[in-house]
Every structure is written in structure tokens, then in C-alpha cells.
């Protein structure tokens, strides 16, 4: 079956840095769309990357631009969001996402909370 399991949330201080993974199983990871969103309690859900395949073009929302990475490894079916300069706005529960067509996979989340 599919899984999207999402790891490397926690606790950080403003300024410091994670990097999410996602492990990604029972697909054609290859040839999906993958990409990162987030939820903070009260919001509602937002893109926060999206990188394409093939070719791996990627996009940002403008309030995480030049601060987050998004990557993958298509030989490790894995999804990886590098976060620098991490600020209280960015606390949220981070999503993986996996698209192609009509078929939408989700992950069931990693919490990042930004905080002194």
C-alpha cells in the first residue's frame, strides 16, 4: 500500500535549522510531484515547496524562499525539506505530499515548533 512517512521534526530555536525527510513506499515515487505543506493550528493548509519530476524544477512559497530546500533522492524513494533561519511563523505540522494526475498521497505529518 502507499506510504508517505514523514521524520525530523522537533523543537528549535529561531534561527536554528531542521531538515524533513519523507520516506516514500508503494508508488512510482519516480514520476510523482512531490512537495512539502504545512498547517498552523488555526490556518489553513499551505504549499511550502514543490519539487517536479522529471527534470526536478522546484518552487517556493515567497515566505520560505531562500530559507527552505526542497529535495529528492528517486533512488532512496525519499523526499527531504532543508529549513534554515527557522522563525516562530514557520511552527506548523509539515505534510509530504505526493501528486500525479488524479492521485494524491499525504503523509500523516511531523511537527516543527519554533521556539525560545
Known amino acids: 500500500q502507499v506510504q508517505l512517512v514523514e521524520s525530523g521534526g522537533g523543537l528549535v530555536q529561531p534561527g536554528g535549522s531542521l531538515r524533513l525527510s519523507c520516506a516514500a513506499s508503494g508508488f512510482a515515487f519516480t514520476v510523482y510531484r512531490m512537495s512539502w505543506y504545512r498547517q498552523a493550528p488555526g490556518k489553513e493548509r499551505e504549499l511550502v515547496a514543490t519539487?517536479?519530476?522529471?527534470?526536478?524544477?522546484?518552487d517556493y512559497a515567497p515566505s520560505v524562499k531562500g530559507r527552505f530546500a526542497i529535495s529528492r533522492d528517486d533512488a532512496k524513494k525519499s523526499l527531504y525539506l532543508q529549513m534554515n533561519s527557522l522563525n516562530a511563523e514557520d511552527t506548523a505540522v509539515y505534510y509530504c505530499n505526493a501528486a500525479l494526475g488524479l492521485r494524491d498521497y499525504w503523509g500523516q505529518g511531523t511537527q516543527v515548533t519554533v521556539s525560545s
Open positions: 519539487i517536479r519530476a522529471p527534470g526536478g524544477s522546484t
